[in-house]
Each structure stands twice: as structure tokens, then as C-alpha cells.
């Protein structure tokens, strides 16, 4: 059995009438059976159908990648290493950025290069220009599954000379403190 399902496995019509049915279920834009809950690799999978492999999931995408957040981000939150060649543009549904990784900053799933879960924390901590009651939730869904303590967020902070990282450092401790 596939990951998950596309329109190359079967007519988009024919996937929407079985997700209708309740024998599959949505994942981003393509599907899973109904009976396996989306998974890291699942929804990894359904996100590298069809991207260049340079593009690395960051951010908010990353974030639903490891199931911190339950729906896709609109738009996906992608970055590329700085000296890498990207064809692609940015989409009303596709964000590009360039940044400086380092080699333990991405792991591989389904073939999709995506941010871990403690450089995901430090991304959202350092970029998300909103805070929100749910961004904190997020950061501390992603601390959990990455088993990541607040001093491996503070270690990736302090690695470099960073834009935001008060604030992020602010962030981190509004999300740990048990209020």
C-alpha cells in the first residue's frame, strides 16, 4: 500500500467520491485510507509529490509535518540552504526563503527534507510576527515530539548571531512556564 494516494494512483474524481464515502481521508491535497491516521510520513510524502528537492519544509510546515498542528498551513512554509539553486518561485501557496542550515537541522522523511522539531521551535519562536495562545501550543506540541528540553531551544539560539532572538527566548519561556 502507498503512503498515501494521488491523482497518479487513481481519477481525482474517483479519490474525492472514496474520501466523500469516508474510505479515505485528506491529507494536504491528496489522501490516506480512512483507517491510518495521517502520519509524519504520510504527510511528508503528500508534500514531496512533485517539489524540487532542494525546497526543505520549514516553519508552520515543518510543524504539521510532525503533527504539532492538526491542517496544513496556507501557504506552505518552505526554505532552501543559502547557496543552494532553486527553479521554483514562491506561489500564493508555496513561501520560499533562503537561510543558513546547519547538517543537523533537517532530517529526511519520505524523502522530503524537512526541519527537525527543535530548529522548527527556534524558526516559529524567532518569525512568527503574530503570537498567538496556538503558536505557543504549537511550540510546546513540538517540544514534546522531539523530545526537546528548553536548553536545546536556548542552545539553538545562542549558535549564531540571530535576528528576533530576544523575543524568541521571551517566547520560549512563556511556553514552558506551567501557567
Given at each position: 500500500m502507498h503512503l498515501i494516494l494521488t491523482s497518479t494512483d487513481l481519477p481525482l474524481a474517483e479519490l474525492s467520491a472514496m474520501r466523500l464515502d469516508g474510505e479515505l481521508v485528506a491529507v494536504d491535497r491528496w489522501y490516506a485510507p480512512f483507517d491510518d491516521f495521517p502520519t509524519e510520513r504520510q504527510r511528508a510524502a503528500a508534500l514531496f509529490d512533485g517539489l524540487p528537492d532542494r525546497l526543505i519544509a520549514e516553519r508552520r510546515t515543518a510543524a504539521w509535518v510532525w503533527g504539532a498542528v492538526d491542517t496544513p498551513p496556507a501557504p506552505h512554509e518552505f526554505c532552501t540552504a543559502h547557496d543552494a539553486r532553486v527553479t521554483r518561485r514562491p506561489t500564493p501557496h508555496v513561501v520560499i526563503r533562503e537561510v543558513v542550515l546547519g547538517p543537523a537541522d533537517t532530517v529526511t522523511i519520505s524523502g522530503l527534507a524537512v526541519t527537525t522539531p527543535q530548529r522548527?521551535?527556534?524558526?516559529?519562536?524567532?518569525?512568527?510576527?503574530?503570537?498567538s495562545p496556538r503558536d505557543r501550543e504549537t511550540t510546546r506540541r513540538l517540544l514534546s515530539i522531539g523530545s526537546v528540553c528548553e536548553q536545546d531551544v536556548l542552545d539553538e539560539l545562542s549558535r549564531h548571531k540571530l535576528p528576533h532572538k530576544r523575543r524568541a527566548v521571551e517566547r520560549l519561556r512563556e511556553c514552558v512556564s506551567p501557567n
Open positions: 522548527t521551535a527556534a524558526d516559529l519562536l524567532r518569525f512568527t510576527e503574530s503570537w
